[in-house]
């Protein structure tokens, strides 16, 4: 019988470490080396830079690709309490929304390099989200078609009402996609409420398709489907380089560029706290910057002195058209319904 309990407490002291094996590397608290995210990245995207960051800190990453709408959901119906530390990516819109409900947990300041170097145009005061990147909205011509058709490419807002594109224009629909949101909302501030949907009649007359998914669209349009349409020049570029044939054009009256975020999840699992403010200093740091060049994506760095990605645009060399992402967030709902009572229902809305 004293055999039996002397083992017990040496037992016990084994499990302990067993199970602390699991939580942590080498069976130290302080080195615990996991982090679990939420990303709408692209797969593709989001592997080659969480490759990156696991090889510059050591953490290994493990993630759940949702739609934005998607994760807002997920993390208002998880009530503070989430299985994942960090929401990589995603439209500052929804960034906004979900800081507004205290979903976000405030990044530190003093933990981050070049705070005061992000674009004052991206920052949103006393946001607890950071900009991580950037990309313009940009008119993708499919080139057969135009050449067949006769037809010059778009290069202003007022070019999609021609008559040459009638039934030949694809884009999401605002309702259901942060590109068709960004389009639409950047026209009523840059044009005022009226003009912008006096503009959307007129231009609902050449859209074949209003689409729920933004970055699809590109390959409809790179296959001919559509003589031209809109997307986010990221999810453009890469099919030109596989060789469809986009000829890619930015309106010279006012781009549309959207500002995308990264924040740490309120209520994210306790032993990934430090492990979260690391991805946080990584992602605005120079090498967090450089790896949308670094890892040959298209995504625009926020920080002026970071590398732009060869072959991307250059934005100090467009007309960017002013906008506010808060009002834009704050407005959603208002802009979305009217779009549907006078434009087109998200009933309506194509799948493709």
């Not at 080396?33 to 800190?57: G, R, S, V, W």
């Not at 005061?116 to 993708?140: C, E, H, R, T």
């Not at 030109?240 to 924040?263: F, H, M, Q, R």
Request: charged share 30%.
């Amino acid at each position: 019988m004293k055999k039996a309990f002397t083992l017990i407490p040496i037992i016990f002291m084994l499990c302990l470490a067993a199970c602390g094996g699991n939580e942590t590397s080498g069976g130290d608290k302080g080195s615990y080396n996991k982090l679990t995210m939420y990303t709408p990245m692209p797969e593709e995207n989001a592997q080659a830079y969480i490759k990156k960051f696991e090889e510059d800190t050591g953490i290994e990453v493990s993630y759940t690709r949702l739609s934005t709408g998607e994760i807002l959901s997920k993390l208002e119906s998880q009530e503070g309490r989430s299985d994942a530390s960090i929401w990589f990516a995603g439209p500052s819109d929804s960034f906004i929304k979900a800081d507004k409900e205290g979903l976000l947990e405030k990044y530190d300041p003093d933990n981050l390099d070049n705070l005061d170097k992000i674009d004052k145009n991206a920052m949103v005061k006393g946001a607890s989200w950071l900009p991580i990147y950037q990309g313009p909205i940009a008119f993708a011509s499919n080139e057969k078609w135009l050449k067949e058709n006769n037809v010059e490419a778009p290069t202003s807002w007022d070019d999609l009402l021609k008559p040459e594109f009638k039934n030949n224009i694809m884009l999401a629909h605002p309702g259901a996609s942060g590109t068709g949101y960004q389009f639409v909302s950047t026209l009523v501030q840059y044009m005022g409420e009226d003009e912008a949907f006096d503009y959307l009649k007129k231009f609902n007359k050449n859209v074949k398709q209003w689409t729920k998914g933004g970055s699809a669209n590109a390959q409809f349009i790179g296959q001919g489907e559509v003589g031209m349409g809109l997307a986010f020049a990221q999810d453009l570029l890469p099919l030109k380089e596989e060789g469809y044939p986009l000829k890619i054009t930015y309106p010279e009256d006012g781009v549309s560029v959207a500002i995308e975020g990264a924040a740490k999840i309120k209520g994210g699992p306790e032993k990934e706290k430090e492990n979260a403010k690391k991805f946080m200093h990584w992602i605005n740091s120079d090498e967090g910057q450089n790896v949308y060049a670094d890892t040959g994506f298209y995504h625009l760095p926020v920080i002026p002195d970071a590398k732009i990605p060869e072959g991307a645009p250059d934005l100090s060399k467009l007309k960017v058209a002013e906008t506010d992402n808060v009002w834009a967030s704050e407005h959603r709902n208002e802009i979305v319904d009217k779009f549907e009572r006078e434009i087109e229902s998200e009933d309506d809305a194509s799948d493709q």
